[in-house]
């Protein structure tokens, strides 16, 4: 079990890192959903970004009506 919870946090230290890496942390002016899911995808992907895997988030809010 304690390995288990181990390999977890290293899986996510590294998508962490590597989401840093691409900048993702950095950008604090232009925060919507999308920006946010990338990250989360990002840093749940972990190592796999460094073989090539670089997922993207893409969500449209609707506008509020008047």
Do not use: R
């Given at each position: 079990m304690r390995i288990g919870?181990?390999?977890i946090v290293i899986w996510l230290v590294l998508g962490a890192t590597a989401a840093y890496q691409r900048g993702y942390f950095s950008d604090t002016?232009?925060?919507s959903c999308a920006e946010a899911g990338t990250v989360i995808v990002t840093t749940v992907a972990g190592p796999l970004n460094w073989?090539?895997?670089?997922?993207?988030i893409d969500c449209s809010v609707?506008?509020?009506s008047k």
């Open positions: 919870a181990v390999l002016d232009d925060a073989m090539g895997v670089n997922p993207k609707p506008e509020p």
